[in-house]
């Protein structure tokens, strides 16, 4: 693979940073410009269960997702980077075949009938990667700063003129890919969730019976993240305090200890939903990778289709299905 070249990221969520590092380990010389950073990113707002959700299509995001398993379990061994291996359980109301990803995780069983919650009566078991995104994001941008990765924070509104000084861009702009190189598929996803305090719990439990209002508990290290929504085309990013008390109330049912929980933090995050992942070189300027529209799965996706990324900067062929434009 071609060495050297100034490749030039553009956003600073997961999939930016996670890309800007895979880049630099290849041997390029990388720096990021992004228009919001930090808590500022729906990244920060995320769940960041290791989990396809609202991702297409199957067989790409089934590769994508394997990878991000391995790449996050390898970091869940250093303790600074905010990863943990966690079980959990997806409880169905109705008898639910095996998810089409299922070989993406090397973890899966069936819930126990006697183990089952009143009301379910289906049910998966699997160990994932819960990453503690605040805690994500600081340790990728410090491992970046150490390696010689600068951060810009500024607006991107015209790739073209971003170009100067670089021999490659990758845009990882997610829904302000929209505006950015007008994608009219990209749609925003609301997404609403509530951090509690930690109160011992070990175990996630989610519950998609309603795709609107899936219901999930995620413990973390200090938090709890609870939630949720998954309203298509709301862009309102404001907290809605009626939908926190319905969150609250749905994943109480779930997990009755919830209820006694304090309340730390409300977030609001616009996932960029679209009908595939792009993941692609330009049709009009090979200089020019794409890489957004990752829905609901980010944190899962990210450093799998950062590989891809690196490979297509290179100009080496993907493995399997990996360009999903």
Same mark, same amino acid.
């Given at each position: 693979?071609?060495?050297?070249?100034?490749?030039?990221?553009?956003?600073? +969520?997961?999939?930016? #940073?996670?890309?800007?590092?895979?880049?630099?380990?290849?041997?390029?010389?990388?720096?990021?410009?992004? =228009?919001?950073?930090?808590?500022?990113?729906?990244?920060?707002?995320?769940?960041?269960?290791? @989990?396809?959700?609202?991702?297409?299509?199957?067989?790409?995001?089934?590769?994508?997702?394997?990878?991000? @398993?391995?790449?996050?379990?390898?970091?869940?061994?250093?303790?600074?980077?905010? !990863?943990?291996?966690?079980? +959990?359980? *997806? #409880?169905?109301?109705?008898?639910?075949? /095996?998810?089409?990803?299922? $070989?993406?995780?090397?973890?899966?069983?069936?819930?126990?009938?006697? &183990?089952?919650?009143?009301? @379910? !009566?289906?049910?998966?078991?699997?160990? !994932?990667?819960?990453? $503690?995104?605040?805690?994500?994001?600081?340790?990728?941008? &410090? *491992?970046?700063?150490?390696?010689?990765?600068?951060?810009? *924070?500024?607006?991107?509104?015209?790739?073209?003129?971003?170009?100067?000084?670089?021999?490659?861009?990758?845009?990882?702009?997610? #829904?302000?890919?929209?505006?950015? !190189?007008? $994608?009219?598929?990209?749609?925003?996803?609301?997404?609403?969730?509530?951090?509690?305090? *930690?109160? +011992?719990?070990?175990?996630?439990?989610?519950?998609?019976? /309603?795709? %609107?209002?899936?219901?999930?508990?995620?413990?973390?290290?200090?938090?709890?993240?609870?939630?949720?929504?998954?309203?298509?085309?709301?862009? &309102?990013?404001?907290?809605?305090?009626?939908?926190?008390? =319905?969150?609250?109330?749905?994943?109480?049912?779930?997990?009755?200890?919830?209820?006694?929980?304090?309340?730390?933090?409300?977030?609001?995050?616009?996932?960029?939903?679209?009908?595939?992942?792009? %993941?692609?070189?330009?049709?009009?300027?090979?200089?020019?990778?794409?890489? @957004?529209?990752?829905?609901?799965?980010?944190?899962?996706?990210?450093?799998?289709?950062?590989? /891809?990324?690196?490979?297509?900067?290179?100009?080496?062929?993907?493995?399997?299905?990996?360009?999903?434009?």
């Amino acid at each position: 693979m071609m060495v050297g070249m100034r490749v030039r990221v553009i956003g600073a +969520g997961i999939v930016g #940073l996670a890309t800007a590092l895979r880049l630099r380990e290849a041997g390029h010389a990388v720096d990021v410009v992004a =228009a919001e950073v930090g808590e500022q990113t729906t990244s920060a707002a995320a769940a960041a269960i290791w @989990y396809p959700y609202r991702a297409l299509p199957e067989d790409a995001v089934t590769r994508w997702a394997a990878l991000g @398993y391995h790449a996050l379990e390898a970091l869940s061994a250093d303790p600074g980077a905010g !990863v943990d291996l966690r079980a +959990g359980r *997806q #409880l169905c109301r109705a008898e639910t075949p /095996d998810p089409w990803w299922v $070989d993406a995780v090397p973890r899966f069983g069936r819930v126990r009938p006697a &183990d089952l919650a009143p009301g @379910y !009566v289906d049910g998966f078991e699997l160990t !994932v990667p819960v990453v $503690d995104m605040p805690v994500h994001l600081r340790w990728l941008v &410090d *491992q970046l700063a150490t390696m010689g990765v600068s951060i810009r *924070q500024d607006r991107v509104d015209d790739l073209a003129a971003t170009q100067d000084g670089v021999d490659a861009l990758v845009n990882c702009t997610g #829904l302000g890919a929209r505006e950015l !190189v007008g $994608d009219t598929e990209l749609l925003a996803v609301r997404g609403q969730v509530v951090l509690v305090e *930690q109160f +011992g719990l070990q175990r996630w439990t989610l519950d998609e019976t /309603d795709p %609107l209002d899936p219901t999930y508990v995620v413990p973390r290290r200090d938090t709890v993240v609870v939630g949720g929504t998954a309203v298509d085309g709301d862009e &309102d990013r404001a907290v809605r305090p009626d939908v926190a008390d =319905a969150i609250l109330r749905r994943a109480s049912e779930l997990v009755p200890e919830l209820a006694r929980a304090r309340v730390l933090a409300h977030r609001v995050g616009l996932r960029p939903g679209r009908s595939t992942v792009r %993941l692609e070189v330009d049709a009009n300027d090979a200089r020019i990778v794409h890489c @957004y529209g990752h829905g609901g799965a980010g944190v899962t996706l990210a450093y799998g289709c950062a590989e /891809d990324v690196v490979r297509l900067v290179g100009r080496r062929p993907l493995v399997g299905n990996g360009e999903a434009g």
